[in-house]
């Protein structure tokens, strides 16, 4: 802090704008609805916090009454050094539910992050933003103070460490909505009576920042419709107001056709295109030259390419992330049968340079299974790690499988990876397969845990990330000297190589606390 005013910062109540003046100095008439007024960090500053590393750019407060007047002041700091290349860090849906929950989530899961972006954030691309892209719970607003409190004091790099939040449904307080004894005009009313615990421990639920080139946005796009006694029932949108608060935040931006800007949400754009609001998101978005969507909510790993052109020329990108807290904690997998992980993101100038999916427990190089499309999973299935069975079925690979390699690589997409499989030194192209069933998670899931949260429907995700050859002998259990290799290109300037050279035949390494099996 340099105790000098500082011009043009942008301050909101979530409802209107304004900036500072030359001295420092703000005025605007809240809206009555206001809880919270706050700054946009500005790219050469470094986040507010307090005393334990939590966010501090907001001041909750009661504002209702505009016609008084309401002092509050935010102090900066300048960053040690400016740079265009930073990392970004996203968790989603860690689904914290009790102390067991929290156990695990705060003796494995976090310390698996700070300890990968110590290694990660280095050199030019030190500077970190980490974001939890909702359902930091499981409906029981009680742990809420217990997870934050998990979360202070962290350090990366020898540098404070502090997590945003974005809000996800079951972040929302059913038991303050039920014993909520006003009157509800609309959708818009109801969620903000079910948003209250969440602003009053993690703040505002439309926010934004920046860093080097990039502009972060963070919003919540679903709308509560009612609860039932522990949850909430939601709808998929941005409210208009919501609308017209974005718009008047990207105008503040300069030059957003020479910068990049990240929209965190909970719920996927993509798939709900046609939900209020969301392709008019899209084509605000659009005016940055590159534009990258974190999600979360669906609990599986994909990528996607939106129709929407960015000012760039590249399409609107879409990076939805897996569950963090591993099939409610019960598992390393999250439904889909990818493994529990987060996201991460470098970013050099107004582009992404590099992207990793990072499991929880695994080298940052864990990024591919390969399955022997031989194979059946039943009851003697081994190495479950412990895990009791009680269920009984027998899952196998379809008959348009049988003598194939088939390699899964959970981060994967069609247009930036490509994937072959390398025999006695000479390389073969791989055919992608879309909508397949991962039929040997899918059986651990369902036979030693009944498939929770969901029912089994919910597991039998397809996804488009396979790639499968035929065993030159048609039995790849017997071939030997070979492996797979999925090359990515996540930027024009980056490519990351992963190689796989070992069968995954049973379920070693799904059960919570399992280590995965690793490379010979």
Not at 163 to 170: A, D, V
Not at 211 to 217: D, L
Not at 287 to 310: D, K, M, P, Q
Request: aromatic content about 12%.
């Amino acid at each position: 802090m340099t105790g000098l005013p500082i011009a043009g910062v942008p301050v909101t109540d979530g409802y209107t704008f304004t900036v500072t003046d030359h001295n420092g100095d703000y005025a605007f008439k809240g809206n009555s609805n206001a809880r919270s007024v706050y700054i946009t960090v500005p790219a050469g500053y470094e986040i507010p916090t307090d005393g334990n590393n939590h966010p501090a750019y907001y001041k909750n407060g009661n504002f209702g009454d505009t016609s008084q007047k309401h002092v509050n002041d935010f102090q900066l700091t300048p960053r040690s050094s400016l740079s265009d290349k930073f990392t970004l860090a996203v968790a989603a849906d860690i689904h914290v539910s009790n102390d067991s929950d929290l156990s695990k989530f705060s003796g494995r899961s976090l310390p698996d992050m700070i300890s990968t972006l110590d290694s990660y954030c280095t050199g030019d691309y030190s500077e970190c933003i980490t974001i939890l892209a909702g359902d930091q719970m499981t409906d029981n607003m009680s742990m809420m103070q217990p997870f934050k409190n998990a979360l202070a004091g962290k350090t990366v790099g020898g540098r404070k460490q502090t997590f945003l939040h974005c809000i996800g449904n079951h972040d929302f307080d059913a038991e303050y909505f039920n014993s909520y004894t006003g009157s509800f005009s609309d959708n818009i009313a109801r969620t903000y009576v079910a948003e209250k615990t969440f602003v009053d421990n993690f703040g505002p639920t439309d926010y934004s920042l920046n860093i080097g080139k990039a502009h972060i946005v963070v919003m919540n796009n679903m709308k509560v419709t009612g609860a039932g006694s522990n949850s909430v029932n939601v709808t998929f949108a941005f409210s208009n107001p919501q609308v017209e608060w974005l718009k008047a935040d990207l105008d503040l931006v300069e030059n957003p056709q020479d910068k990049v800007v990240i929209l965190c949400v909970h719920v996927p754009i993509m798939g709900y295109e046609t939900y209020t609001n969301f392709t008019n998101v899209l084509n605000e978005l659009a005016r940055f030259h590159e534009v990258h969507i974190v999600s979360g909510h669906a609990h599986w790993l994909r990528n996607h390419e939106h129709s929407v052109t960015a000012a760039g020329g590249s399409k609107i990108y879409e990076h939805n992330l897996q569950m963090m807290g591993g099939m409610w904690w019960n598992t390393n997998l999250s439904v889909d049968g990818s493994p529990a992980g987060y996201g991460l993101m470098k970013f050099n100038g107004k582009q992404l340079y590099e992207s990793v999916n990072k499991t929880v427990g695994a080298d940052m190089d864990y990024q591919l299974r390969v399955y022997d499309g031989n194979a059946t999973y039943n009851s003697l299935t081994g190495n479950a790690g412990g895990s009791s069975q009680h269920l009984t079925g027998s899952y196998n690979w379809g008959n348009n499988l049988k003598g194939k390699f088939i390699a899964r690589v959970w981060d994967a997409d069609a247009d930036n990876w490509t994937v072959e499989f390398v025999k006695d030194g000479v390389s073969y192209p791989m055919t992608r397969l879309s909508g397949q069933l991962d039929q040997c998670t899918f059986g651990y899931s369902w036979m030693f845990h009944d498939c929770p949260g969901g029912g089994s429907e919910a597991y039998k995700l397809n996804s488009d990330n396979y790639w499968v050859i035929d065993a030159p002998s048609g039995d790849p259990a017997n071939e030997t000297n070979w492996k797979i290799v999925a090359t990515h290109r996540p930027s024009a300037s980056r490519t990351i190589v992963y190689e796989r050279n070992v069968l995954q035949t049973d379920f070693s390494g799904f059960a919570y606390g399992a280590s995965f099996p690793v490379n010979k």
